[in-house]
T-cell receptor, first 109, second 116 residues
Framework: GQNIDQPTEMTATEGAIVQINCTYQ??????LFWYQQHAGEAPTFLSYNVLDGLEEKGRFSSFLSRSKGYSYLLLKELQMKDSASYLC??????????WGAGTKLIIKP | GAVVSQHPSRVICKSGTSVKIECRSLDFQATTMFWYRQFPKKSLMLMATSNEGSKATYEQGVEKDKFLINHASLTLSTLTVTSAHPEDSSFYICSARVGGQDYGYTFGSGTRLTVV
């Protein structure tokens, strides 16, 4: 079956760095997305990786290793507003989007 | 950027009534719209994929007659929850794929449905 695993919850301190991991087993691969979702709101797009390596966008970076079925989202200089759920999603060979359950990130002062 | 407008944001209805949720793509044409349901602290669950001018494709376990989807134009898709029951209370979100370098999906703002 198709599966995406990410930690349920993580806690970090304001100003610090946190890495949220995602591993996947899917039938084919056509890209991996990271989305941010605040409570009661719809997800917002953060990043897209289809080739191996690191993609950097300001305070957020996303890494992909296709051979390992692994990705991480790196958040730097954490701010209180970064408290949210972070969803990992993979597009399989049929371009169907498979969602992880999300990682709730709690930022403490 | 590409925007999907979803309405209403919140709705409370009585058991047995029907509720319509609309999603409009404001600055692009969405030939395909995805409808998701999300329970508290859970991930998104794909309910159906709607294609403009054709019948929607429903995921296994989703009742077609209960969740009616219409995609009559390239900018409008609707989800109607018919004969709603309290167990239908949930967060419903629509999404459309956006072309371009990011190959991302843009989401509507979601509809919080409460059936009393």
């Amino acid at each position: 079956g198709q599966n995406i695993d990410q930690p349920t919850e993580m806690t970090a301190t304001e100003g610090a760095i946190v890495q949220i991991n995602c591993t996947y087993q899917t039938s084919g691969f056509n890209g991996l997305f990271w989305y941010q979702q605040h409570a009661g709101e719809a997800p917002t797009f953060l990043s897209y990786n289809v080739l191996d390596g690191l993609e950097e966008k300001g305070r957020f970076s996303s890494f992909l290793s296709r051979s390992k079925g692994y990705s991480y989202l790196l958040l730097k200089e954490l701010q209180m507003k970064d408290s949210a759920s972070y969803l990992c999603a993979v597009t399989d060979s049929n371009y169907q989007l498979i969602w992880g359950a999300g990682t709730k990130l709690i930022i403490k002062p | 950027g590409a925007v999907v407008s979803q309405h209403p944001s919140r709705v409370i209805c009585k058991s047995g009534t029907s509720v319509k949720i609309e999603c409009r793509s404001l600055d692009f044409q969405a030939t395909t719209m995805f409808w998701y349901r999300q329970f508290p602290k859970k991930s998104l669950m794909l309910m159906a994929t709607s294609n403009e001018g054709s019948k929607a494709t429903y995921e296994q376990g989703v009742e077609k007659d209960k969740f009616l989807i219409n995609h009559a134009s390239l900018t409008l898709s609707t989800l109607t929850v018919t004969s709603a029951h309290p167990e239908d209370s949930s967060f419903y979100i629509c999404s459309a794929r956006v072309g371009g370098q990011d190959y991302g999906y843009t989401f509507g703002s979601g509809t919080r449905l409460t059936v009393v």
